[in-house]
């Protein structure tokens, strides 16, 4: 599932414990990097980019963890995982 716009998380909160997997898709930086250190080892993953104009790839690496990266005109950010 992706959440655009997640801002602070509250919604990410209760949208977590009802799906396998979350994408959650915020265009501030600063909110994105405190979203991605709260949700650390949970099943949310975050990207930092616009949501109107994201589209999400997933890619597996080498060690059994994901990347999402943004592809648009507008944007291209990845948030690091922070573990």
């Known amino acids: 599932m992706v959440e655009v716009g997640p801002g602070f ?3 990410t909160d ?3 414990q ?3 997997n979350l994408t959650a898709v915020e ?3 600063a909110l ?3 979203l991605a250190l709260r949700l650390t080892g949970t099943n949310v ?3 930092q980019a616009d949501g109107t104009h994201a589209c999400v ?3 597996e690496v080498p ?3 994901t990347t999402k990266t943004s592809r648009s005109p507008m944007t291209s950010r990845t948030v690091p995982e922070w573990r």
């Open 14 to 16: 209760v949208l977590r």
């Open 18 to 20: 009802r799906v396998g």
């Open 45 to 47: 993953n975050v990207l």
């Open 9 to 11: 998380g509250l919604a």
């Open 32 to 34: 994105a990097v405190g």
């Open 63 to 65: 060690g059994g963890s």
């Open 57 to 59: 790839e997933v890619r």
């Open 27 to 29: 265009i501030d930086p």
